[in-house]
T-cell receptor
Framework: EDKVVQSPLSLVVHEGDTVTLNCSYEVTNFRSLLWYKQEKKAPTFLFMLTSSGIEKKSGRLSSILDKKELFSILNITATQTGDSAVYLCAVVSGTYKYIFGTGTRLKVLA | NAGVTQTPKFRILKIGQSMTLQCAQDMNHNYMYWYRQDPGMGLKLIYYSVGAGITDKGEVPNGYNVSRSTTEDFPLRLELAAPSQTSVYFC??????????????FGDGTRLSIL
């Protein structure tokens, strides 16, 4: 059975800290791994990773994929209160099947 | 460009009532999905469709039905509402991610309470 596991489940940090969120997976026919940020409403897309070892960066956020060890990490540096959200990892299997993890709830304190 | 539109945004149902959650997309996407998200949890797939006239069950289909008569619309039907169906429901659509297109686009969700 395909599965995606995220850790930790929740995390509380102070502004300025650096956090690392983890996503491991066991999925047949892996195509890509996605990171989403979810605040009050729908998930918003952050990164799509398809190749091992290539870091994706967007400002203070970065992510990398290890297809051999079947995991990805999402790093957030110099955290801000606006980073408080649930971060979802999803793996795409085949053409259209998305398998989501349960998410990591991040709270950044001022 | 509206993207994925879900209606209603909120609804309260009594046990045993039925209702249809509407979802429409204007991006000509082939693939559409219904998810539910319980508090503190990730997204669980209820049903999905790979094109008009084709639907299939996800991991939590019991108590729900769907139809896909057009490319644009993918309504989700609850026939006999139960308290366990209290959740936030998200509709999403996508094209083939392997062709370099964007991943799933989500609607804003429908918050449903069964009392």
């Amino acid at each position: 059975e395909d599965k995606v596991v995220q850790s930790p489940l929740s995390l509380v940090v102070h502004e300025g800290d650096t956090v690392t969120l983890n996503c491991s997976y066991e999925v047949t026919n892996f195509r890509s791994l996605l990171w989403y940020k979810q605040e009050k409403k729908a998930p918003t897309f952050l990164f799509m990773l398809t190749s091992s070892g290539i870091e994706k960066k967007s400002g203070r956020l970065s992510s990398i994929l290890d297809k051999k060890e079947l995991f990805s990490i999402l790093n957030i540096t110099a955290t801000q209160t606006g980073d408080s959200a649930v971060y979802l990892c999803a793996v795409v299997s085949g053409t259209y099947k998305y398998i989501f993890g349960t998410g990591t709830r991040l709270k950044v304190l001022a | 460009n509206a993207g994925v539109t879900q209606t209603p945004k909120f609804r309260i149902l009594k046990i045993g009532q039925s209702m249809t959650l509407q979802c429409a997309q204007d991006m000509n996407h082939n693939y559409m999905y219904w998810y539910r998200q319980d508090p503190g949890m990730g997204l669980k797939l209820i049903y999905y469709s790979v094109g008009a006239g084709i639907t299939d069950k996800g991991e939590v289909p019991n108590g729900y039905n769907v139809s896909r008569s057009t490319t644009e619309d993918f309504p989700l039907r609850l026939e006999l509402a139960a308290p366990s169906q209290t959740s936030v429901y998200f509709c999403a659509s996508s094209q083939d991610i392997n062709r370099g297109r964007q991943p799933q686009h989500f609607g804003d969700g429908t918050r449903l309470s069964i009392l």
